[in-house]
């Protein structure tokens, strides 16, 4: 019985290619010494999966950045902006794409699926030449093989790599990208028929994208695109591989009877109703690639449940024609479980890291085959046992406030503009107000001081002293930029979720369970593992030290309940409204408390809101019915006076426009520079937005340092879709990642050109 991963985190275990990354990025390593770490971080992890009997282990699933920035590098789809002549894409065009550079900005990022992973969006249009540019599938084959390991080289999908993509600026917004096709194909045979001449024997294409609804003509484009293909992947066997929700109807017909394809991979973890399909009808003769191991949460597999399922297929596809693997790639998990020396046993025992995935994999496929090892499987049944029956797992009055929620839809009693205007008359801000999104850069001194004191190097004192004069340096700062509404920089934090979820009651936390986000950048979800409530005020004592530094009005800041959920591993034993639920109680009482201290602005970021929608539209309704009535929870107590901020980055917001109004917040700050300011086009369209409203004026995510025009004619744009008295200007998002070097030029010109404006606008007066 053959074992099978669809994918493997690339940032190494304890985050050996971020470092490796950002080096480089600052010219204190070389590209060979950039190189030698990615080529032993491929190398470990095929030797991990060879070694723990994986038969079909994956290439070219390692990128420096991003899998379809990786196509568009192969397809040679590079913005002529990036002044590309050709050849072999190297590391000068290839970070450009992904980060801007001093001349140009980034391509846009967005959100991979509803997964908190972000992908670089190719630009594509009629005028695109595409050309044969980089070969590193082929490369990364031929290493693993030097290495004595045969892999299944992955590529994105050819019919989803267009789908993902977005129409170059300058050409028609409804321009057809799947006219392209006959275009890429050609450069998909050429790689192709290298990996046949190296000796590969299997190829898989990731074609996600057929989880979503998809009209009849985008579905033709996958009988046009592998029908084109078929004759080139003659002699060999090819797997298309899905991932993240059940495969349609439609879909699942077209998708079995794909020309030239001889195995489909499908995530049964999350696409519980693909088994139905299964059951009804599998092509005789063909592999099914089983995903009954979860690749996007932490928990152990229940290996008796899965066992089950794979016992019922075999008798549908055949003994010899069913593959255990992966419900996607383990790029969306934590690395190894070996690293969390801290973590409580009990709570340890209940998880599984992409290392023990790859164990629990090959586990199956034994037992499968007859060679069970029993006493693994008795030593999970323990641990799937206590978890479900430990005592602190549940919380009765938790519980039961929760369930009480059912009885209101928690609106405040007053509407938003009369709450606008109670809040001008306290705040009294000018037009076009200013503020920043919550963080200022993280200094290696910031991190140094809260590393030592959780290791208890210095005292609590020593500790509050340090952050209190961080404090007063970013609010003296913006004092002197003269932005409108301060925030504390949030020194204190070291991420707007595990902050929170280590003060919430059933948390836990790993200490090096990181996960890729974009590029470098990586996040360590908490784990949310029994029911949430919060037994102390968590953000309140430097909300009230920083207002205390100021006479001008200072943001509280908190992480909003959706964001909490979906930035977190969530326990998989109830359903994920339940957990949201009880979150948002617990920021309740964080903004009751905070308002009580004298805090009258608070922001209470849903950065995450967008990125937890299904991704097929009939499912779509509930969720953003319990998502926007967490947030109203948040809130529904506090006065007309208290302005509620929220902020939401990295999404298209376009098509959940009406969920947003409903949210019911004062003011809402969200990313917009990036994608080509595609936010506003909502309000072309003539949406009504009364609330205030602050479209982002420049991409943190990049270095880059915009002119005060740039911003001013940024502003101009908004200003012909919105009314003046809601508009607010910030940056697109929070700082911390950026240098001050970078970040006080960008804020300067970001205040002079509201200035700028305000100064237009009372002469046309």
């Given at each position: ?11 190494g ?9 950002e ?7 070389s590209?060979?010494d ?42 040679g ?11 072999e894409?190297?590391?000068?065009t ?32 009629p ?21 004595g ?13 267009l ?32 990996l ?16 979503k ?17 078929e004759?080139?992947?003659s ?14 109807a ?18 049964l ?15 005789k ?22 066992l089950?399922?794979?016992?019922t ?7 010899d ?28 025992s ?28 008795s ?19 938790v ?17 938003v ?21 919550g ?27 340090a ?21 504390h920089?949030?020194?204190e934090?070291n ?35 029994g029911?949430?409530?919060?037994p ?27 964001t ?5 591993f969530?326990?998989?034993d ?6 949201c ?16 201290a ?13 990125e937890?929608?299904?991704l097929?539209?009939s ?31 990295y ?14 917040a ?9 994608s ?41 744009k ?22 001050y ?25």
């Amino acid at each position: 019985m053959a074992s099978h991963i669809v994918g493997y985190p690339r940032m190494g275990p304890k985050r050996e290619l971020k470092f490796a990354l950002e080096s480089f990025w600052d010219k204190k390593s070389s590209a060979e010494d950039l190189q030698k770490v990615a080529a032993d971080l491929r190398s470990s992890i095929w030797k991990q999966m060879a070694d723990a009997g994986i038969k079909y282990i994956p290439s070219n699933t390692f990128s420096y950045y991003d899998q379809v920035l990786d196509t568009t590098a192969l397809l040679g789809a590079v913005p002529p902006r990036y002044g590309w002549n050709g050849g072999e894409i190297g590391f000068d065009t290839y970070f450009s794409m992904a980060r801007g550079n001093a001349s140009v900005p980034a391509m846009e990022m967005t959100k991979w699926f509803d997964t908190n992973y972000h992908f670089i969006v190719p630009e594509l249009g009629p005028e695109v030449n595409f050309s044969y540019a980089s070969h590193k599938a082929v490369e990364e084959y031929k290493e693993a093989k030097a290495l004595g390991v045969e892999t299944v080289p992955v590529l994105v999908g050819p019919v989803s790599y267009l789908l993902l993509s977005k129409p170059a600026k300058g050409v028609e917004k409804n321009f057809n990208i799947l006219s392209l096709l006959g275009k890429i194909l050609p450069i998909y045979k050429q790689v192709i028929c290298e990996l046949k001449a190296a000796g590969a024997s299997w190829i898989q294409l990731d074609e996600p994208t057929l989880v979503k609804d998809l009209d009849s003509h985008k579905l033709q484009a996958f009988i046009e695109a592998y029908a084109e293909l078929e004759s080139t992947l003659s002699g060999l066997n090819v797997l298309v591989e899905t991932y993240f929700a059940d495969v349609p109807a439609e879909a699942y017909k077209i998708l079995t009877s794909l020309r030239g394809v001889t195995a489909y991979g499908f995530d049964l973890v999350r696409g519980t109703q693909t088994l139905d399909l299964i059951n009804r009808e599998f092509p005789k003769g063909k592999y099914l690639f089983a995903g009954v191991v979860d690749g996007r949460n932490i928990w152990a597999n229940d290996l008796a449940a899965s066992l089950s399922t794979l016992e019922t297929l075999e008798g549908i596809v055949g003994k010899d024609k069913l593959v255990v693997s992966t419900s996607s790639s383990l790029l969306h998990t934590a690395v190894d479980l070996v690293n969390e020396t801290k973590l409580d046993q009990e709570i340890k025992s209940w998880l599984a890291f992409a290392a023990q995935k790859v164990v629990e994999v090959n586990a199956l496929a034994k037992a499968l085959a007859g060679q069970k090892d029993e006493a693994f499987f008795s030593a999970n049944a323990a641990a799937q046992a206590s978890r479900k029956c430990s005592p602190r797992v549940t919380n009765e009055a938790v519980q039961k406030a929760a369930a009480a929620l059912k009885d209101s839809d928690h609106r405040r009693a007053t509407n938003v503009s009369a709450r606008l205007d109670a809040q001008q008359k306290k705040l009294n801000l000018p037009i076009l107000p200013t503020t920043t999104i919550g963080s200022f850069p993280q200094t290696i001194e910031l991190r140094r001081v809260r590393r030592e004191f959780k290791a208890k190097k210095i005292s609590e004192e020593e500790y509050v002293k340090a952050i209190t004069e961080e404090i007063n340096k970013v609010v003296k700062l913006q004092e002197e930029l003269d932005i409108d509404v301060l925030v504390h920089g949030e020194p204190e934090r070291n991420d707007m979720v595990e902050y929170f979820g280590e003060q919430l009651s059933g948390f836990a936390f790993t200490v090096n369970g990181w996960v890729q986000s974009y590029g470098s950048r990586c996040v360590k979800p908490p784990i949310i593992y029994g029911d949430v409530s919060r037994p102390n005020p968590m953000t309140v004592f430097w909300s009230s030290t920083a207002q205390s530094l100021t006479a001008r009005p200072m943001k509280g800041m908190l992480t909003g309940p959706v964001t909490i959920l979906n930035w977190s591993f969530v326990r998989n034993d109830q359903p994920r409204f339940k957990t949201c639920y009880q979150i948002a109680l617990a920021i309740k009482d964080e903004v009751e408390d905070l308002e009580k201290a004298g805090i009258s602005v608070i922001q209470i970021d849903e950065a995450a809101l967008r990125e937890g929608l299904p991704l097929r539209k009939s499912e779509e309704a509930f969720y953003l019915e319990w998502a926007v009535h967490s947030f109203r929870i948040t809130n529904v107590g506090v006065k007309d006076t208290t302005q509620i901020h929220t902020h939401m980055c990295y999404s298209n917001f376009n098509d959940i426009i009406h969920s947003i109004i409903d949210m019911d917040a004062d003011v809402i700050t969200i990313e917009n520079s990036r994608s080509d300011e595609k936010l506003l086009s909502v309000f072309r369209e003539g949406v009504k937005y009364g609330a205030g409203i602050g479209p982002g004026v420049y991409d943190i995510h990049s270095p880059r340092i915009p002119s005060t025009e740039e911003i001013a004619d940024r502003i101009n744009k908004m200003l012909a879709v919105l009314e003046t008295n809601i508009l607010w200007v910030n940056p697109d998002c929070g700082l911390k990642t950026r240098k001050y070097t970078e970040v006080k030029p960008a804020l300067k010109n970001m205040v002079d050109a509201a200035k700028l404006l305000r100064t237009q606008l009372a002469s046309t007066k």
